[in-house]
């Protein structure tokens, strides 16, 4: 009778502690098997907002056309981030590793970083991470049910809060590699 007690007793431990780390565990699952995301997006910086569509590709490619009049554009291949102002003609270059999108665009980071973390309730729908190490502050959301990347929260080169949500996710479509080739820029 005794081992029965404790044979339930340690089921039920093993499944109760399993249902906890079970949102955790359903990120780190969903994460690994994204190769890549395309999606809509809304990035608030201060006061001001801008909407667009964007494509990532791990490890660190990125591709965002927002629409808005200048029909900027962002474009990572991985080492250097552009951001393109096509009405005025004007190319800003950076080295990708002095900005956020370094880590944003690294799952192998992002996977690494939550492992030792704990998924805080954002809102009813969001789990968020803090991932806090010397150089950068990063909030990372995802889906509560799906578990899907939901965006981020970083702060920019000027000290302004940058929030990037994400919305409409399709995961793992084909995706036309050009797309991160970086402009001409000379």
Not at 72 to 97: A, C, D, H, Q, W
Not at 142 to 163: A, P, R
Request: charged residues 30%.
């Amino acid at each position: 009778m005794t081992k029965k007690i404790t044979f339930l007793l340690i089921f039920f431990l093993f499944f109760s502690s399993k249902i906890i780390a079970s949102p955790k565990q359903e990120i780190i699952n969903n994460l690994n098997e994204t190769n890549n995301l395309s999606f809509e997006f809304k990035q608030k910086i201060s006061k001001k907002s801008e909407q667009g569509k964007c494509q990532i590709e791990y490890p660190k490619l990125m591709y965002c056309l927002y629409y808005n009049e200048d029909k900027k554009e962002i474009i990572s291949n991985g080492r250097t981030l552009v951001i393109k102002n096509n009405k005025f003609n004007e190319t800003y270059v950076y080295p990708l590793k002095k900005t956020p999108l370094f880590y944003i665009l690294d799952k192998d980071y992002i996977l690494n970083e939550i492992k030792n973390l704990e998924p805080e309730m954002a809102k009813p729908d969001k789990f968020k991470f803090l991932i806090n190490d010397d150089l950068n502050k990063i909030k990372i959301f995802f889906h509560s049910k799906t578990f899907n990347l939901l965006g981020w929260e970083t702060t920019d080169i000027y000290q302004n809060k940058v929030l990037f949500e994400i919305s409409n996710i399709k995961k793992n479509q084909k995706i036309n590699r050009g797309k991160f080739k970086l402009p001409n820029l000379n």
